[in-house]
């Protein structure tokens, strides 16, 4: 490409500054960006980033299909929500604007297997349009791939249990809220107690090791 990707910002709190920062340190131009919270809106996206006023403003959410009219990005970073069900409508939103989309939200890595769906419409939204969505995801890579390598030398498999810590104060107040901080001691044995809440993770990194890497069908397995 003979020019700088154009490129918008779809949430800007703590893993949406650090897109801008590592975009614009990769060549790219950020022509606007989007945020929900009255904290966040009006501000420079710039100083919010970490990389000094970038003359972009950071505009309410709701009014993405008006800016994107105007500024026609190449394509559009999204990094507001974990679930597929949760970014659907703003995805859509976004490629009925003609513009591309890449996501962070977690169970984009592989929603097909969890949210089909959700995931169904979004696929429909993007061919209609002419434009691509790229789920990323956040795969808990290690809990992943070191699995996957046992397993292929495994001649059986009755169950996998695995477990994982994360510092979440490096994610932002969306993930600590969806994982529980903030609630009493009773207030989240309540919530996520039984073991069968999807609220505090989501098994997609698992489904798309196991898929991809070795070939089983996860769509009717049981994840607790």
Request: aromatic share 8%; proline share 3%; net charge negative.
């Given at each position: 490409?003979?020019?700088?990707?154009?490129?918008?910002?779809?949430?800007?709190?703590?893993?949406?500054?650090?897109?801008?920062?590592?975009?614009?340190?990769?060549?790219?131009?950020?022509?606007?960006?989007?945020?929900?919270?009255?904290?966040?809106?009006?501000?420079?996206?710039?100083?919010?980033?970490g990389?000094?006023?970038?003359?972009?403003?950071?505009?309410d959410?709701?009014?993405?299909?008006?800016?994107?009219?105007?500024?026609?990005?190449?394509?559009?970073?999204?990094?507001?929500?974990?679930?597929?069900r949760?970014?659907?409508?703003?995805?859509?939103?976004?490629?009925?604007?003609?513009?591309?989309?890449?996501?962070?939200?977690?169970?984009?890595?592989?929603?097909?297997?969890?949210?089909?769906?959700?995931?169904?419409?979004?696929d429909?939204?993007?061919?209609?349009?002419?434009?691509?969505?790229?789920?990323?995801?956040?795969?808990?890579?290690?809990?992943?791939?070191?699995?996957?390598?046992?397993?292929?030398?495994?001649?059986?498999?009755?169950?996998?249990?695995?477990?994982?810590?994360?510092?979440?104060?490096?994610?932002?107040?969306?993930?600590?809220?969806?994982?529980?901080?903030?609630?009493?001691?009773?207030?989240?044995?309540?919530?996520?107690?039984?073991?069968?809440?999807?609220?505090?993770?989501?098994?997609?990194?698992?489904?798309?090791?196991?898929?991809?890497?070795?070939?089983w069908?996860?769509?009717?397995?049981?994840?607790?």
């Open positions: 490409m003979d020019r700088k990707i154009r490129y918008a910002q779809f949430g800007v709190g703590r893993m949406g500054s650090m897109h801008i920062k590592y975009a614009i340190m990769k060549g790219c131009e950020l022509v606007a960006a989007f945020d929900v919270s009255p904290e966040r809106i009006g501000k420079d996206a710039g100083e919010l980033a990389t000094g006023p970038l003359g972009i403003t950071i505009h959410a709701k009014d993405v299909e008006k800016v994107l009219s105007e500024t026609r990005p190449d394509l559009v970073m999204v990094a507001t929500r974990s679930f597929i949760d970014v659907k409508d703003d995805i859509i939103r976004i490629v009925s604007c003609k513009a591309n989309v890449i996501t962070i939200c977690e169970e984009a890595l592989w929603p097909w297997a969890t949210d089909p769906e959700s995931t169904k419409a979004i429909e939204a993007a061919k209609a349009n002419g434009e691509s969505v790229l789920g990323t995801g956040f795969a808990d890579v290690y809990w992943g791939n070191l699995p996957a390598m046992m397993i292929g030398g495994t001649g059986r498999i009755d169950k996998i249990h695995g477990s994982c810590i994360v510092n979440l104060e490096d994610y932002g107040d969306v993930l600590a809220e969806r994982h529980g901080v903030g609630l009493t001691v009773e207030e989240f044995r309540t919530r996520f107690g039984s073991g069968k809440s999807t609220e505090s993770g989501t098994p997609v990194g698992q489904t798309f090791f196991l898929e991809v890497q070795n070939g069908n996860t769509f009717k397995a049981k994840f607790q």
